[in-house]
């Protein structure tokens, strides 16, 4: 087990092209029930790769059954849209993406790194 992986802990699930952000419900040896939250923010809670597109949120969150090599940490929402990343708590694909995803729709698309 990840020594990140505690439950209560904010996380992002990698899913089909892209990431999805919850909350880490159980961990079971390299199992994880997540329970994903629709919105991050003010903001949709995924973050789409590529070419792919956003799936329409779910006003309810869903509880995901997952290894926990697909788990990653997820920054606290007072982190959202840092101009400055080095003060993220988790410099992660997932959470840069979701800072840059932030800072362009607030039209302030450049940071520090």
């Not at 939250?37 to 309810?60: N, W, Y």
């Not at 290894?67 to 003060?87: C, F, H, K, Y």
């Amino acid at each position: 087990m990840d020594a990140f992986l505690v439950p209560g802990d904010l996380c992002w699930v990698s899913t089909s092209g892209g990431f999805t952000a919850g909350v880490i419900q159980s961990v079971d040896g390299d199992k994880v029930k997540v329970k994903t939250c629709p919105t991050v923010g003010k903001s949709s809670a995924a973050v789409v790769l590529g070419g792919g597109k956003a799936s329409s949120a779910s006003a309810e969150p869903d509880v995901l059954d997952c290894a926990a090599s697909t788990v990653q940490p997820r920054n606290p929402e007072l982190l959202d849209g840092m101009a400055d990343m080095i003060n993220l708590s988790h410099m992660n694909e997932p959470s840069i993406l979701h800072n840059l995803k932030l800072r362009f729709q607030q039209d302030d698309i450049y940071t520090f790194t």
